[in-house]
């Protein structure tokens, strides 16, 4: 899909004969383009559009360059996603002193957010004010993201540490009460994670577009540039303090199942030590000896038995005085 953005006549689908982009043309965006729609924009923009691979590169070098007149920006996003589904796409950025042209792979909320504030905003008026906008809402959207992965860190600390993780009357639902939490500490530690490489990812191109673009920035871009370097800043901070966290649970919940084995072998160990003592017993007397004087006795069976039963409560009355259950 290829839309083309202009300041007087609004979302047109690219057309015309021209190989010139009209004057009035301020973005363009490419999401998910065939080999046309880019040897379209080759043609009309003059710049090199780059490949789905090339986006996805993770050196400086390969996400942040600039040539002649135009920056080539990139770094990863994520489009609509949950907790425990969340996947990375790259996202491309032409600046020019003209126009922007994006190149993306997935339908983002922030892109379509931007473009609903092109038809009332008349600070959009240029190539770079939307690219300021968008990384805006690139940040503003990272920022909802940690306010709701805290609050499921949240819900995942009180489960942990109130106590309801054992709460259950089986060990079946025990277990898989601890299995659905280390599942869920998972994930969002998986989503957390995502969420920096977002973050370092715009304040990347926030402080390469500060460097390298003096004469094409206007003050109060670069005020809104600053400020997006500060919100990064500060959100990757909060980040690192929900990754601790995460960690931190992790480290409890793997501890909730230690105990929970730890208690399964202790149940294991009482059983055999109990069973020893009658076992010892029974083949004691269970011996083929001529001459055994137990075997003379008119009580020798009833005290047989006794000695028997009292060899197996007697260790459970001493695992009882310490504790063990």
Not at 75 to 101: N, Q
Not at 177 to 198: E, H, I, P, Q
Not at 274 to 298: C, D, H, Q, R, Y
């Amino acid at each position: 899909m290829l839309k083309i953005y202009r300041d007087t006549e609004g979302t047109v689908r690219s057309g015309g004969a021209d190989e010139d982009l009209p004057g009035h043309v301020i973005w363009i965006d490419l999401l998910n383009p065939d080999e046309e729609e880019i040897e379209f924009v080759k043609r009309r923009a003059k710049v090199r559009v780059p490949t789905r691979e090339a986006l996805s590169e993770i050196e400086a070098s390969s996400r942040l360059s600039k040539a002649g007149n135009h920056l080539y920006l990139s770094a990863p996003v994520i489009g609509h996603a949950t907790i425990e589904h969340a996947e990375l796409t790259p996202a491309g950025f032409i600046v020019g002193p003209d126009f922007l042209i994006t190149v993306r792979y997935e339908n983002l909320p922030t892109f379509d957010a931007v473009a609903e504030r092109l038809t009332h905003d008349e600070t959009l008026a240029s190539g770079m004010g939307v690219f300021v906008a968008l990384l805006e809402a690139i940040v503003d959207r990272g920022a909802d993201v940690l306010e709701h992965l805290a609050t499921a860190v949240d819900e995942v600390s009180k489960t942990v540490f109130k106590g309801n993780l054992k709460g259950s009357a089986s060990s079946r639902s025990s277990n898989f009460t601890l299995r659905r939490a280390l599942s869920k500490v998972g994930a969002l530690g998986d989503r957390s994670s995502k969420a920096r490489d977002v973050l370092l990812g715009v304040g990347r191109m926030a402080s390469f577009t500060l460097d390298v673009c003096h004469d094409m920035l206007s003050d109060e871009f670069r005020t809104q540039l600053h400020a997006v370097t500060k919100d990064v800043a500060s959100l990757s901070d909060y980040e690192t303090h929900l990754s601790d966290k995460t960690q931190f649970l992790l480290d409890a919940v793997l501890g909730f199942i230690t105990i929970e084995q730890n208690d399964i072998f202790k149940v294991l160990t009482i059983a055999s030590v109990v069973g020893v003592p009658p076992t010892l017993m029974a083949g004691i007397w269970g011996m083929n000896f001529k001459f055994m004087p137990e075997l003379s006795w008119t009580w020798g069976y009833p005290f047989a038995w006794g000695i028997i039963i009292l060899s197996a409560v007697a260790p459970l009355l001493w695992f009882w005085r310490k504790g063990w259950f």
